[in-house]
């Protein structure tokens, strides 16, 4: 019964290259999406996915960041030509419906990218 | 512009001691939710709460959605050091599909 697998659980990049961060929901959870924390604060919208459809993308700047969820494999948030300004720790979380409501989001253990 | 205000964000208080968390927007929410994250992991969803006035209890913990259903609350008896943690609430808006969270409340629990 695994939970929201999220790798790698640490990232390393130099400024300028690129950084790929891996999702994959809960066993049944058809919707994904990403959060950005810094730290000391709270969670900072990204993107809303179902399989293979982008549905709110109006938390991701519209530079440099591209999200994907293919229909088989994971999720994928894509940051190219990283700055230091994108250090944080990124958190991928899903939910069964897409009503969550009722259902809340079980979220993973997050990437924590570091830009150096 | 934080479109969910809690307060305070920083508490520290002894143990046995009782707290209240406070969350707070001008817009009205569906639903709203309260998570805790330990340092290093996600947040874990400790309830939701969908009708105006509502009350839930888990253990020590007391949760209420305001009646107009833009705010809501978290109480605390008799505060644990397990008790220590960031506290996120969460709303989700009528139409929409995604949380908003708030800033977190950072709570330490002195043994």
């Known amino acids: 019964n695994a939970g929201v697998m999220q790798n790698p659980r640490h990232l390393v990049r130099r400024r300028g290259q690129e950084a790929r961060l891996r999702c994959s929901p809960m066993?049944?959870?058809?919707?994904v999406y990403w959060y950005r924390q810094l730290p000391e604060e709270g969670l900072k919208f990204m993107v809303y996915?179902?399989?293979?459809?982008?549905?709110?993308e109006s938390g991701m700047p519209k530079e440099r960041f591209s999200a994907e969820f293919p229909k088989e494999g994971p999720s994928i948030l894509r940051i190219q030509q990283v700055v230091r300004g994108d250090s944080a720790a990124y958190f991928c979380?899903?939910?069964?419906?897409?009503?969550?409501?009722?259902?809340?989001?079980?979220f993973g253990s997050g990437t924590r990218l570091t830009v150096v | 512009t934080q479109l969910l205000e809690q307060s305070p964000q920083f508490l520290s208080i002894q143990e046995g001691e009782n707290l209240t968390v406070y969350c707070n927007s001008s817009?009205?929410?569906?639903?709203l939710q309260w998570y805790r994250q330990e340092p290093g992991e996600g947040p874990v969803l400790l309830v939701t709460?969908?009708?105006?006035?509502e009350v839930k209890k888990l253990k020590r913990l007391t949760f209420q959605f305001g009646d107009a259903r833009k705010d809501s609350s978290l109480h605390i008896t008799a505060a644990q050091p397990g008790d220590t943690g960031l506290y996120l609430c969460?709303?989700?808006?009528?139409?929409?599909?995604?949380?908003?969270f708030g800033q977190g409340t950072r709570l330490t629990i002195n043994p």
């Open positions: 979380a899903s939910s069964p419906l897409s009503n969550v409501a009722n259902y809340g989001y079980t």
């Open positions: 066993k049944g959870h058809s919707h």
């Open positions: 996915l179902q399989k293979e459809n982008i549905i709110d």
């Open positions: 817009s009205v929410f569906s639903s």
């Open positions: 709460v969908v009708t105006g006035g």
């Open positions: 969460a709303g989700r808006i009528q139409g929409a599909q995604k949380l908003v």
